[in-house]
């Protein structure tokens, strides 16, 4: 489940840091957006697909986590893994994400701001579930978009993607205990670098519904700030969730400037609701001012029907535009 309000369960320190203060040029006639191909952003979920069911700790996952390494290599990304073990309703499980850094891969770097995307499916036992959109959608767009970004190495290399694993929960819903556990864990470590936290992160999730509509998460739980605000209080805590949610609302409101630019403004709107999704712990955690966007006007969430008919490449397309034009017209300036 990913709408509601649930407490966050982790409370630890970072700091907030605003949107990046090296602008980056912007020439609306050579805009990355207009490089976005859908049909290669499919092709990619396609693949996904293919490997059949990929929840946590699956063989399938791994071949999908290969095939990410491979591909980012292609278009001049170097990888890391983020290898973890949690306890899980299912018992302990190993899990791995990815992350991609452009180049070299200067690890000890800090980035400007982070391009997200959970890689895997929901574990089910009475049906296949193979995640087209829910898990496949986000993650082909995002290797599109590492190609697309290798033509603006300035940018790219302000920028780490990652696939988060484990963003499904073993059980019904995502609780306290249950689902989030890669986004848990790197923003969790992110606190051990400090320095290195990034200004600014954008999810992707269930972006690719033929009958698109984006309604980004913008929200952060109420509860989660007022557990933050007790952790604080009585740990010396630090994160800044006013400045956090400031950032925040000034990032959706760029957000729906982008699609005005595109045209594309009755595909991409803010979720008036609460939804609980990795950029919480990013947010709460780690204080990383993070968005979320997602379709979750999806009837075939979480069923057998997730399937690849459901989803397209014109659907793909302004998903990957959109998420473009707003990080280097207006996140980078």
């Known amino acids: 489940m990913k709408f509601g309000l649930i407490p966050v369960f982790f409370f630890l320190g970072g700091s907030l840091i605003s949107c990046s203060d090296a602008p980056k040029p912007f020439d609306p006639a050579s805009a990355l957006e207009k490089s976005v191909s859908?049909?290669?952003?499919?092709?990619?979920?396609?693949?996904?697909?293919?490997?059949?069911?990929?929840?946590?700790?699956?063989?399938?996952?791994?071949?999908?986590?290969?095939?990410?390494?491979?591909?980012?290599?292609?278009?001049?990304?170097?990888?890391?893994?983020?290898?973890?073990?949690?306890?899980t309703t299912q018992g302990e499980i190993e899990f791995t994400n990815l992350r991609a850094r452009f180049g070299e891969g200067r690890w000890n770097e800090k980035v400007s701001g982070l391009l997200c995307s959970h890689f895997d499916t929901k574990l089910y036992t009475?049906?296949?579930?193979?995640?087209?959109?829910d898990g496949g959608s986000s993650t082909g767009l995002l290797v599109e978009l590492a190609r697309?970004?290798?033509?603006?190495?300035?940018?790219?290399?302000?920028?780490?993607?990652?696939?988060?694993?484990?963003?499904?929960?073993?059980?019904?819903?995502?609780?306290?205990?249950?689902?989030?556990?890669?986004?848990?864990h790197y923003a969790k470590e992110l606190l051990m670098v400090q320095d290195l936290i990034p200004d600014w992160g954008i999810l992707l999730d269930m972006v690719g519904d033929k009958d698109l509509k984006i309604r980004a998460g913008v929200q952060i739980p109420g509860s989660s700030i007022k557990d933050?605000?007790?952790a604080r209080e009585e740990d010396g805590y630090t994160v800044d969730m006013r400045a956090v949610q400031a950032t925040v609302q000034e990032m959706s409101r760029h957000l729906l400037s982008a699609a005005e630019d595109l045209d594309v403004r009755k595909e991409v709107g803010i979720s008036p609701d609460y939804i609980i999704d990795d950029h919480i712990p990013l947010n709460v955690v780690a204080g990383i001012p993070a968005i979320d966007l997602i379709d979750f006007d999806f009837p075939y969430w979480h069923t057998p029907g997730d399937t690849l008919d459901k989803i397209s490449a014109e659907s793909l397309a302004i998903s990957g535009r959109v998420t473009l034009q707003l990080v280097e017209k207006y996140l980078f300036q």
Request: charge should be negative.
């Open 38 to 87: 859908g049909q290669n952003a499919y092709d990619h979920v396609k693949a996904l697909v293919g490997f059949g069911p990929r929840p946590a700790g699956s063989k399938a996952l791994e071949r999908s986590r290969l095939y990410l390494i491979e591909q980012l290599a292609q278009v001049g990304w170097t990888t890391q893994r983020q290898t973890f073990t949690a306890q």
């Open 126 to 133: 009475r049906f296949e579930f193979v995640g087209a959109n």
């Open 148 to 184: 697309v970004l290798q033509t603006r190495p300035d940018l790219a290399e302000e920028l780490e993607l990652v696939f988060f694993d484990g963003e499904e929960a073993f059980g019904p819903n995502i609780t306290p205990r249950d689902g989030l556990y890669g986004s848990k």
């Open 228 to 230: 933050l605000a007790k």
